[in-house]
């Protein structure tokens, strides 16, 4: 939600710091006019489509990894840390030293 906040609030600045310069001729006006409302239409949609987007019970409780088979690596050891790629099934465990779920 943060950051639906955030995207909304860099969105109505960068909308508001750019002010339009009187044009020379009228036509120019009637474009910019119109190109203003396309682009408030275009913040519109993609406001609408932030909101409408909500995170199920699972998403929120639990990290979406993906599910390994037994013998497949389940995690990547890059220094001194651990990145896990993928969920152990039911019954074995992800082991440090080989990197496999066993």
């Known amino acids: 939600m943060a950051r639906t906040g955030t995207l909304l609030l860099a ?3 960068l909308l508001c710091s750019v002010s339009p310069a009187s044009p020379a001729r009228p036509g ?3 474009r910019e006019l119109s190109l203003y409302l396309y682009q408030l239409g275009v913040l519109q949609n993609v406001l609408e489509k932030l ?3 909500r995170m199920t019970i699972w998403e929120r ?3 979406r990894l993906p599910n390994c088979n037994v013998g497949d690596f389940c995690t990547v050891k890059k220094g001194p840390r651990f990145g896990q790629l993928c969920d152990c099934p039911r ?3 992800c082991n440090l030293f080989f990197l496999k779920c066993l």
Do not use: T, W, Y
């Open 28 to 30: 120019e006006q009637k």
């Open 91 to 93: 019954g074995s465990k």
């Open 11 to 13: 969105l109505c600045v």
């Open 61 to 63: 409780k639990h990290s």
């Open 51 to 53: 909101q409408n987007r």
